[in-house]
């Protein structure tokens, strides 16, 4: 194969925030480095997705799509890209298809050239619409694998998703290690194979939780990657990505050389140097090397927030039980990747098989609806004596899961009456309704706005005693905030 030029996609302005501070840096902490990063020659700049949308209204007081719009003004030549969760979209559960559909053109329409669509199950079924809805637009759909380690997932299994995604349409295909698990002979196997298969280009976009990610990525490069997802200097490294300078660096004067501006790099690493000082970072999650997840297959922000969450219980003491009983609830469910919902669903409910001293004592409206299939299909065999412990003689749909599913939008028009300012705010409503209606009317002056510092960056959690009856609001998984609302439940841990 003929070594050729590595393109660099830069996470800082969503992966890495959300990563390090919990996705609560600020559109007025980035507007003044902007012009030089749309001058650095990036393949393309994350900006968008994830959890960046629930949280510019939830805890900013921003409108995610007025933040979109301001990127776009600046960035006319970078390409700009988002995570899209399939058919839950930014959100935390199965949207209708007209959501779908709308949700796209809305969010290419405001400046979205590249849309990243995973599943959390890896289930090809939930990207579908979305897929559809990219190609329709005229943007570039990105089929996505969410990269874990299970008797059920290997090297062939990711290969045969890979040429599966390619043939319904995907324009590149991206190896989402979410947990950095990845070893750097696993990844070149992984992208050699991948490239043997498939026509379109491969990008590999890794935590660097376990220490290997800069090493995956050398090895990815060698075997023929296109593009690797780095975030600059400042904000890398941790539950982050591997540093965009290093890497930079590394590959200069060589086949792979990126071409990128070395001194502008700099400069974007030295702003959001200053930047990082105005948020709270918590030490474990931004220092250092967490091998624990290679052993529990848990990533690492998710073991810290496990470990926040028991603390505040005055429960610290049972974080290794809680560790060791992560694996076998997910060996239960049919080992699913650890990433948005099912992070979420697997953690918390390990949370009360120990709190609780007996396993599944409590069961989560969460893990019910997975054992009735509504998320997907489980990507091995569930445990058949669970579920029929928890759902007796009722079992998982066969159908995808959003056919079950009328058709949201006029509905949401109805409901949302007067507060609805412009078309947007219909899909942020249908998305997060108590969230959405709550910042508009803040928006609207109905309401005093929010006060940042309370519910932003610096915001701590007051200890609760535990009682049985509160676990299922109290274990929200989110970075430094327990959420108790309808639209996350107890699923607030960002993909």
Request: glycine share 8%; proline share 6%.
């Amino acid at each position: 194969m003929t070594a050729r030029p590595v393109k660099i996609t830069d996470t800082t302005l969503r992966d890495a925030h959300q990563s390090l501070m919990a996705t609560r840096m600020r559109i007025g902490d980035m507007v003044d480095i902007l012009e030089k990063m749309e001058a650095v020659g990036y393949h393309s700049l994350e900006v968008w997705g994830g959890a960046t949308f629930d949280t510019c209204m939830r805890f900013l007081d921003e409108d995610p799509w007025e933040r979109l719009w301001t990127l776009k003004k600046v960035f006319k030549k970078t390409k700009l890209q988002m995570l899209l969760r399939g058919q839950n979209l930014v959100g935390y559960r199965h949207y209708a298809d007209d959501v779908v559909k709308e949700f796209v053109k809305r969010a290419v329409a405001g400046g979205i050239d590249i849309i990243r669509i995973f599943d959390a199950l890896n289930d090809t079924r939930n990207m579908e619409a979305a897929l559809e809805a990219v190609l329709q637009e005229g943007a570039h759909a990105q089929g996505t694998l969410s990269y874990t380690i299970s008797p059920v997932h290997n090297i062939d299994y990711f290969v045969d998703m890979a040429v599966k995604l390619e043939g319904m349409g995907a324009q590149s295909v991206c190896i989402k290690d979410m947990a950095g698990l990845i070893s750097p002979y696993d990844a070149k196997e992984l992208v050699t194979k991948m490239k043997e298969k498939i026509k379109i280009p491969v990008q590999l976009h890794c935590h660097y939780t376990s220490g290997m990610a800069s090493m995956a990525y050398l090895k990815a490069i060698e075997a023929g990657a296109d593009v690797i997802d780095t975030a600059t200097a400042s904000l890398a490294l941790g539950t982050s990505q591997p540093p965009t300078d290093t890497l930079v660096a590394a590959l200069r004067g060589t086949p792979y050389d990126t071409g990128l501006d070395q001194e502008l790099l700099s400069e974007v690493s030295e702003f959001f140097k200053g930047v990082r000082k105005n948020y709270h970072i918590p030490l474990e999650v931004a220092m250092g090397v967490d091998t624990n997840v290679l052993s529990y297959q848990i990533p690492g922000g998710m073991i810290s927030n496990l470990a926040s969450q028991l603390e505040g219980q005055k429960a610290s003491h049972l974080l290794g039980e809680v560790l060791q009983e992560v694996p076998r609830v997910r060996e239960e469910l049919g080992y699913p990747p650890l990433v948005t919902p099912t992070s979420q669903i697997v953690g918390t409910q390990a949370v009360f098989n120990v709190m609780l001293k007996e396993r599944y004592k409590m069961v989560s409206s969460e893990v019910k609806n997975y054992l009735r299939g509504q998320y997907g299909r489980p990507p091995g065999p569930v445990n058949e004596d669970l579920r029929g412990k928890i759902l007796g003689q009722e079992g998982p749909i066969s159908a995808r899961p959003a056919d079950l599913l009328p058709p949201q939008l006029e509905m949401a028009r109805e409901e949302l009456g007067d507060m609805l300012e412009k078309e947007e705010d219909l899909l942020s409503y249908v998305l997060f309704p108590q969230v959405a209606q709550a910042f508009f009317r803040r928006r609207s002056g109905l309401e005093p706005p929010l006060d940042l510092e309370a519910n932003g960056p610096r915001a701590k959690e007051e200890p609760r005693a535990p009682k049985e009856h509160q676990l299922q609001k109290l274990y929200a998984l989110d970075l430094d905030l327990i959420i108790k609302d309808e639209d996350r439940g107890i699923t607030a841990y960002p993909a």
